[in-house]
């Protein structure tokens, strides 16, 4: 095994959030001295601050104590912290088991510690796997994330940290470890700078970082944070809804069949002009078995060629909300089919999925995530839209239950999600006005608890367009609620 060695220590304000659940932790006895050092670990560039990064750097101050760095916050806000990307292992092979670990010792209890691992080709981020443990306080305990890696000759990095429920992050983290099986050594000129994390490309689409402060892959996925927006009427220009937010969107969702291409096209490049990441879905030209066949072929084909032109980062999603809607066998190898194509044409769009998410979770056993999800495939995104149904009436009476998005959804989602090492988000999310009278704060709530479970993207469903309840953001109030939320949230750069 070849190693990292890092000793760190945390003390941030406000809450640093990197998705994850289902840590393998191993706490010391209260008795058992710290972890010792490895000899050399605690070399030259940990007694300052070089290479190692707190995002985002404008709310965090990193300065050196006598055994550790320490990382401060200015101001409340969320952060995490790098390790020298020097420091990454490249050359990985296939199916190469890694781990990354580190050890977390908090002064207060109510801390959850991380660990992400990340795969590498190039410029683009293969696969993510997070580990996440709750803190015992005063304790030492070990955060180990395994990941197997996809691709041949990948580059590994790591990423550590930690959140607090409440108040300010106040975290000790020891000993950080990145290691794979095999004479694996890091490159001697690293690939990638050391901040960005992931790097800036200098062509159309390349990663950045987005206006939170947090990078993101060449496909529009956030490395921390997410993108609030918006469907804003039948594909209507939501500079509108913007001018009454005071705020402009971060994600737009719109929908097209399979004739709209070039307006899907044309609304894709006015949004990433706008600085908004556009998240697109399109009924199909054919049946899902005449696209399992290949009739589609041409057609993804060039929807894709056309959406690798853009300057910028795509979402597509293909027939969205299958469920009910014919065999969904046939709708899983369709997307088997078609994700692959549109990867390999577009290294700009983000290949995502979009379901019911109550089926999922509440309803029955085909439409279960075990069965639909796509097999040995790739996908980017995983999009579910989730209602809140507070007021609307049906079957002759008026529903009076609220829901607890974060325990009924949030976190199966995020256990899910984390194990597959799959992004994901609310496609379509909305609640009434007459929950909205219950609960004035709830859009702002419910994305920030998405947020904190991983979540990357919420695009709130403005429309009256298929709409079988009250949605519309129709008052100052309801917007005011969606503007609060997007305060802080994530957008593209303006170009």
């Known amino acids: 095994m070849l190693h990292l060695h890092r000793v760190l ?56 104590t006598a055994r550790a760095l320490r990382v401060r916050a200015v101001r409340p806000g969320r952060a995490r912290v790098h390790v020298p990307a020097g420091e990454a292992l490249a050359g990985v092979p296939t199916g190469t088991p890694a781990d990354g670990s580190a050890w977390f010792r908090a002064r207060r209890g109510n801390h959850v510690a991380a660990v992400v691992v990340r795969e590498h080709v190039g410029d683009e981020l293969v696969q993510r796997q997070v580990r996440r443990v709750r803190l015992s306080r005063g304790e030492w305990t070990e955060v180990r994330t395994p990941l197997t890696t996809d691709e041949a000759r990948s580059r590994l990095t790591v990423v550590v940290g930690a959140d607090a429920k409440r108040g300010t992050v106040d975290v000790r983290i020891r000993d950080v470890d990145l290691g794979v099986a095999g004479a694996v050594t890091p490159p001697e000129e690293p690939t990638v700078p050391a901040e960005p994390e992931e790097p800036v490309a200098t062509e ?24 609030l927006g918006a469907t804003y009427g039948g594909n209507s220009d939501p500079s509108v809804l913007e001018g009454q937010l005071g705020r402009r969107l971060g994600v737009r969702r719109t929908f097209y069949t399979g004739s709209g291409v070039s307006s899907a096209v044309r609304n894709a490049t006015a949004d990433l002009a706008a600085g908004r990441l556009p998240w697109i879905s399109f009924k199909l030209p054919h049946s899902w078995e005449q696209m399992v066949a290949g009739a589609g072929d041409a057609w993804a084909k060039d929807l894709a060629t056309r959406l690798s032109r853009l300057d910028g ?183």
């Open 313 to 495: 980062p795509v979402w597509v999603a293909f027939h969205h909300e299958p469920e009910g809607d014919g065999d969904i066998d046939a709708w899983r190898r369709m997307q088997e089919r078609l994700a692959p194509l549109v990867r390999s044409v577009a290294p700009n769009v983000a290949y995502t999925v979009v379901l019911t998410g109550w089926n999922q979770f509440f309803g029955k056993a085909e439409y279960s995530l075990a069965n639909l999800w796509p097999r040995d495939t790739k996908v980017d995104v995983a999009g579910f839209d989730l209602y809140n149904e507070y007021g609307v009436r049906k079957n002759g009476s008026t529903i009076t239950r609220w829901p607890d998005f974060d325990t009924e959804y949030f976190v199966k989602i995020q256990q899910w999600a984390d194990a597959r090492g799959i992004a994901w988000g609310m496609a379509e999310w909305a609640y009434t006005d007459e929950g909205h009278r219950y609960d004035k704060d709830w859009i702002e709530k419910t994305y920030h608890q998405m947020v904190a479970r991983g979540g990357v993207a919420a695009a709130y469903f403005d429309t009256e367009l298929n709409a079988y309840g009250s949605w519309l953001l129709g008052t100052d109030s309801k917007r005011a609620d969606l503007a609060a939320g997007l305060r802080g949230s994530a957008a593209l750069p303006l170009p």
């Open 9 to 64: 220590a945390a003390a941030v304000g406000g809450t640093l959030l990197l998705g994850g659940v289902q840590a393998v932790a191993t706490s010391l006895p209260p008795d058992t001295p710290s972890p010792a050092v490895t000899p050399g670990g605690f070399d030259g560039a940990e007694r300052r601050t070089d290479g190692y990064r707190a995002v985002p750097a404008r709310r965090v101050e990193l300065t050196r």
């Open 204 to 227: 159309p689409g390349g990663a950045g970082v987005l206006t939170n402060g947090c990078t993101y892959t060449r496909r529009g996925i956030p490395a921390c944070g997410a993108y």
